[in-house]
């Protein structure tokens, strides 16, 4: 599954990030909605979900994340909704892990 967020608030360390495999983080921006995708490794065999997929949080609740790679990038989104099959565009999408 896949869970769309809008990011509210992201550190400066995203924009600055300049290594080849990481300079996706360069393109975050606040009031954007991105496309998480749920899968395996990620994903617990014993609940079938991905840890901080904001199952139980619904309106305004604020959540905190953190880019794998760089942990000086990071911010906070809110859940706007799951979507049980993925359509995920091939830019803002990102894979929880």
Not at 80 to 97: A, D, G, M, N
């Amino acid at each position: 599954y896949c869970v769309e967020f809008r990011t509210e608030s992201l550190s400066q360390h995203c924009a600055l990030e300049t290594r080849p495999y990481a300079r996706w983080m360069q393109y975050l921006r606040e009031g954007h909605t991105v496309c998480v995708a749920c899968q395996p490794p990620a994903m617990s065999t014993a609940t079938q979900r991905c840890a901080g997929d904001g199952r139980n949080a619904h309106g305004d609740k604020i959540l905190h994340w953190e880019a794998i790679g760089n942990s000086q990038c990071q911010g906070t989104w809110k859940k706007i909704r799951q979507l049980e099959h993925c359509s995920c565009p091939l830019v803002h999408s990102f894979i929880f892990t």
